[in-house]
């Protein structure tokens, strides 16, 4: 029998202890000493959320499927074990072997949302790491991460031994390998440091030098702000990124995002993990594609998984077979950033929906376009009292959504909800930013008129004596964050004052309307959305803010409950760092941006014509319409060669669930 | 037709909750492959219940679940299935067919027998065994019984049909044959902090191990031979009803 880490005591004194358990159907159990490398896989953050991504199942079954590595999984412990843990000196352990993590040669993070920063620092505490990387030794684990947020690795890079950018499926063999090969001739984390920078996609952040210098875009700092605002003694002011350059001649100087060429038949899992509790994805996963032809200008899943890949029709329909059976799940679902994309949908949709009626299963279907496709498939797959259409024109007005490129029309949009009404909706579900480039208040009070239209075709086109109730409109506002790599990495981003008066006019708009009572409208917390804007496109200076941030006692901030905005403001001012330097200001063309060493494969001139296309309210075709020249066409790969299967082009853009 | 499971729970699966055991086993039966039969109507769910639902922490070697399954496999079968699709800490015991009309296990379960150990070093001061004989010299053990609502005080004497001390270990650990089910559900902690009270010591937190034993119903004498099941005729003065492990009611498919 397994040893736990944390005795039956403690177990039973904690919230939820079936987190810190293992033992799940597929996990994997293997000889520690029949194996050369030890991989501690770790999301940071809770064991429901973590359980639910796709991507460390998929790293997790390629990992394990190599005879020499053992790779098992470390999810952050929530406050109440953290702290028993602190008061008795447990260290933190994954939950397969229940060992230490210290023990492991490597440990990788996976950093899918910059809210996540705190609990890095978390789960290094815990497991008796020092924070900096330049602090650990040769016998401490090799600590590397991955995921969305590496687009931008700069405010954490002090932490990390590597950061793999780019898809994980391509480099990891050969960076075991050299592992191997290095812990053979006597280990020497610098030495393979040096050496693992050579491998494509893997960027070693003590192998660069930044300095920063006092150019036209410096600002002041905290301290110099509330001394005096026409102080002009240089130390008071902020300064700029003045040059990023590896340290030595041997070391790449820019860093290219790895992707899987030929994703088709590309490894999938076949026994999914299933956990014991209800997780937020309680369900069989299957990634349809990767990437998206679709070019949204403030999107940057759009960018960064270019270009657009499928998966074999045959493939996915074994792949779905096999994890229900190994599973023993009652649901799938289909994954991927706009699924009505997928050239051989409707065979999927078919060969999905016979299996489950025979099976007994269910099919939940995210990101499908409304269209007549679309909602006939839902009737079949979910009982349409209980279920809403959605759509998310992202912007109130066309004007906008030409700026954000978002091709999705307001007679789109009411087209999709006549044929959902008829089909017997009455429920609808809408998406909006606030605070895009170029926005004006006609922009705002816009969504709350595509709002009330809507409304208004459902009294007009149901008769009174068809409706079931009043229609249900559920509008609501995320607050717009500029991502690296992105055509909008360079402009600025509003601040909680603004933020926080532009929600109220949307609500005051939405008061004034005809409809309003048939409306709702939820807006996001202001606070968190700053914080995430200030780290998305940082520099290395905020990793000293990120410490003092977990140090004021910031964790699990991607959580309302836990959220305090406080320990990250109190963290700026005390770095003497000016958080407005991040989010406020928009960065001129030439200015040297933190993440410019990265190459994703979509250039910076195409990004530069995108936002000046923006600014002047130019719609740019999809890939699948005409391509745009974004520059990932040299991999050869998917959409940019592929043109066999597609389907005929529909309108665009609204997703359904 | 009608199957009674029996299964175990132990090692780190005791940290797994009523509904995750539930969840765990609605996935196990499609792994496994059983022909479990599904509720009709918009959204069909597996027929199954449970006898008795476990506490976080406890472990058992007698747990029951009934199912119902359109076509027949063999027990032997079944169990290899179930076992291969299964994880380390839940063992399927028995796969059996009830008979027509039986009652399923969660309304006829009426006893269990639990075995009430100590974590190592929250052993009481005073010797279980002496004290446990005392308890029970006593004409009544007053206990308090809370629920979320109410409190209420209770004669738990009757409802404890046996008890003795294993001396296997040291300390002792303590068996207990105890009243369950819908109407008079006795915890074998109530028991033990019983014990402690009259000794006018508190139990350390989480002093106890316990690992439930088996689960029982009650025959009527005269159903005996058809092994109808009944919840009548058990309880009352000193007259100790019969009581049948929920295992012996089903019978091995070949």
């Known amino acids: ?657 | 037709m009608k199957i009674r499971v029996r299964f175990t729970k132990s090692g780190a699966m005791k940290f797994t909750g009523h509904l995750d055991v539930m969840h765990f086993f609605q996935q196990l039966l499609r792994r496994s492959n059983i022909p479990i039969a599904y509720s009709t109507g918009m959204s069909p769910h597996q027929i199954m219940s449970f006898a008795l639902p476990l506490g976080v922490g406890y472990e058992s070697v007698g747990e029951y679940m009934d199912i119902e399954t359109t076509s027949a496999v063999s027990s032997s079968a079944a169990l290899e299935q179930m076992n291969k699709a299964s994880v380390e800490g839940i063992e399927i015991l028995s796969y059996r067919e009830l008979p027509q009309g039986a009652k399923n296990a969660m309304s006829s379960v009426a006893a269990a027998d639990y075995l009430v150990g100590f974590r190592e070093g929250k052993a009481p001061s005073f010797n279980v065994k002496q004290a446990l004989e005392d308890l029970f010299e006593k004409p009544e053990i007053i206990v308090t019984k809370k629920t979320k609502k109410s409190e209420r005080t209770l004669d738990i004497k009757p409802l404890i049909y046996e008890h003795h001390t294993e001396t296997l270990t040291d300390p002792c650990s303590v068996f207990l044959k105890l009243s369950c089910g819908s109407v008079d559900n006795i915890k074998p902690e109530l028991v033990m902090e019983a014990m402690y009270s009259m000794m006018n010591e508190e139990p350390s937190e989480h002093a106890f191990t316990i690992k439930r034993l088996d689960m029982y119903t009650v025959i009527s004498s005269s159903d005996k031979g058809a092994l109808t099941v009944s919840s009548e005729g058990m309880g009352g003065d000193g007259v100790m009803p019969d009581f049948i492990s929920l295992d012996s009611i089903g019978r091995d498919i070949e």
């Open chain 1, 1 to 657: 029998m397994r040893k736990l880490a944390l005795s039956d005591e403690i177990l039973l004194d904690i919230d939820k202890p079936v987190r810190y358990i293992g033992n799940e159907v597929n996990s994997i159990m293997k000889d520690p000493g029949a194996v050369d490398i030890r991989f501690a896989m770790c999301f940071p953050d809770l064991y429901e959320i973590g359980m639910s991504h796709l991507g460390m199942q998929i790293l997790y079954s390629l990992f394990n499927s190599y005879e020499d590595v053992w790779c098992e999984r470390v999810y952050s412990p929530f406050t109440d074990l953290e702290k028993i843990m602190k008061e008795k000196g447990i260290p933190l352990f994954s939950l397969e072997s229940q060992d230490p993590v210290k023990e492991f040669d490597f440990l990788g993070i996976t950093l899918q949302y910059e809210m996540c920063y705190s609990n890095i620092l978390q789960i290094l505490e815990l497991s008796g790491l020092e924070f900096y990387s330049k602090d650990r030794g040769n016998d401490d684990p090799i600590l590397i991460c991955g995921g969305p947020c590496t687009y931008n690795p700069e405010p954490y890079a002090d932490f990390f031994d590597i950061v793999y950018i780019g898809e994980g499926e391509t480099q990891y063999r050969a960076l075991f390998d050299l592992y191997k090969e290095c812990r053979e001739e006597g280990f020497d984390k610098k030495a393979f440091l040096r050496r693992a920078c050579k491998l494509p996609g893997l960027y070693v952040p003590s192998l660069y030098k930044v300095t920063y210098g006092l150019t036209s875009g410096s600002c002041l700092t905290p301290e110099a702000k509330n001394e005096n605002e026409n102080d002009t003694d240089p130390g008071s002011v902020y300064p700029m990124l003045a040059s990023f350059e590896p340290v030595s001649d041997d070391v790449p100087k820019t860093v290219k995002r790895e992707l899987v060429t030929e994703l088709s038949e590309a490894f999938y899992p076949e026994k999914p993990l299933v956990p014991f509790m209800k997780v937020t994805q309680d369900r069989v996963v299957l990634e349809i594609m990767r990437g998206c032809t679709r070019g949204c200008r403030f999107c940057q899943a759009g960018m960064i998984y270019r270009p657009l890949r499928e998966r074999s029709l045959e493939f996915l329909k074994e792949s779905a077979v096999k994890m229900l059976e190994n599973s023993g799940q009652d649901e799938i679902s289909l994954s991927s950033l706009s699924s009505s994309d997928y050239s051989r949908l409707p065979e999927l949709v078919d060969f999905l929906i016979e299996y489950a009626e025979n099976n007994k299963l269910n099919i939940s279907l995210p990101s499908l376009r409304v269209d007549a496709f679309s909602l006939d498939v839902m009737k079949k797959v979910q009982d349409v009292k209980k279920s809403s259409v959605t759509f998310a024109p992202e912007a109130g007005s066309q004007r906008l959504r030409n700026v954000i490129n978002k091709g999705l029309s307001e007679e789109d949009i009411l087209e999709g909800c006549k044929k959902a009404f008829l089909g017997g909706w009455n429920r609808i579900k809408l998406y909006f930013m606030l605070g895009l480039p170029t926005e004006s208040e006609e922009d705002i009070k816009g969504i709350a008129e595509i709002s009330d239209s809507i409304a208004r075709l459902y009294y007009d086109l149901i008769p009174k004596e068809e409706r079931k109730g009043k229609v249900s409109i559920t509008a609501s506002t995320s607050f717009f964050i500029p991502k690296p790599f992105t055509p909008f990495q360079w402009a600025a981003m509003g601040d909680k004052e603004e933020f926080t008066k532009k929600a109220h006019m949307v609500n005051d708009a939405m008061r004034s309307m005809l409809n309003h009572k048939s409306i709702k409208y939820n807006w996001h917390d202001t606070g968190v959305s700053v914080l995430e804007g200030a780290l998305a496109r940082g520099d290395r200076r905020l990793s000293g803010v990120i410490v003092k941030a977990y140090e004021n006692g910031a964790r699990f901030d991607a959580w309302t409950e836990t959220f305090k905005e406080e320990y990250w403001l109190d963290a700026f001012s005390e770095c003497n760092v000016p958080i407005d330097f991040y989010t406020r200001r928009e960065r001129s063309l030439d200015e040297l941006l933190p993440w410019d060493f990265i190459d994703i494969g979509v250039n910076k001139e195409f990004l530069k014509r995108e936002w000046k296309n923006a600014l002047e309210e130019k719609v740019t075709k999809n890939c699948r319409e005409g391509c745009a020249g974004c520059g990932v066409m040299k991999y050869g790969s998917g959409v940019c060669t592929d043109q066999k299967g597609v389907r005929e082009e529909k309108k665009d853009g609204v997703g359904a669930n």
